[in-house]
């Protein structure tokens, strides 16, 4: 089973619509983090969170919310999508050491019409 | 302003050479820098890791060189096959924040 796990793979939306995107991970790991992948761009950093109880705004996180629901669910929220949130959205886990090797999930590809 | 770059264009190389990619970054003082592997439509996988007192490190087929003077680390992949064919993100953690930035990558193509 893979060790980080995202819901809904793809997933095909309307204009205003809001929608949810989903990570569980089984490593144990403190830190996770979302990340969107824009075709030809490195990664944004959304939002990240160090544990439960930790939220932070990443470099991109206007339009965008999510949930620590336990140390092992982070979940990314659209309030309103819009067209210009078209986006490849990976979550990622990692422990809390200095290395800060991260562990991607499968992404989950988004298309706002 | 603070900046990583990886070279845009693809490199296309022939099986069984050294692949070598570039990594430069500005205005960040990282205690260490990561080479992820991203296939299409995937999620990354880390590589490699090598810390900013350390020169070089190997993994089988792999190395990866730090030079903290020129800001540069190389990722070199000898005899080449393939399956290495993928995109290539570095990823580097400042001295003063514990968050990853990555590069935009470096597409590799590795003709048989």
């Known amino acids: 089973d893979a060790d980080v796990t995202q819901t809904p793979r793809n997933r095909i939306t309307k204009t205003g619509k809001r929608i949810m995107l989903e990570c569980s991970q089984t490593?144990?790991?403190?830190?996770m983090y979302w990340y969107r992948q824009d075709p030809g761009l490195g990664l944004q950093l959304i939002y990240y969170?160090?544990?439960?109880?930790?939220?932070n705004k990443g470099e991109i996180s206007d339009g965008y919310s999510v949930s620590r629901q336990a140390q092992a669910k982070f979940s990314l929220s659209l309030e309103s999508a819009i067209p210009n949130q078209t986006a490849l959205y990976f979550c990622a886990t990692s422990d809390s050491d200095r290395d800060e090797t991260q562990y991607f999930g499968p992404g989950t590809r988004l298309l706002v019409l | 302003s603070q900046k990583i770059e990886q070279n845009s264009e693809a490199l296309n190389i022939q099986e069984g050479k050294t692949a070598t990619l570039t990594c430069n970054y500005t205005?960040?003082?990282?205690?260490?820098l990561q080479w992820y592997r991203q296939d299409p439509g995937r999620g990354p996988v880390f590589l490699l890791l090598?810390?900013?007192?350390?020169k070089e490190k190997r993994k089988e087929r792999l190395k990866v060189t730090f030079d903290t003077t020129l800001k540069q680390s190389l990722f070199h992949i000898t005899a080449s096959q393939p399956a290495d064919s993928a995109t290539y993100l570095c990823?580097?953690?400042?001295?003063?924040?514990?968050?990853?930035?990555f590069g935009s990558g470096t597409r590799l193509l590795v003709r048989p």
């Open positions: 490593k144990g790991h403190d830190r």
């Open positions: 090598i810390r900013e007192n350390e």
């Open positions: 969170s160090f544990d439960v109880k930790d939220i």
């Open positions: 205005n960040y003082s990282p205690a260490y």
């Open positions: 990823a580097l953690v400042s001295d003063s924040s514990y968050k990853l930035i």
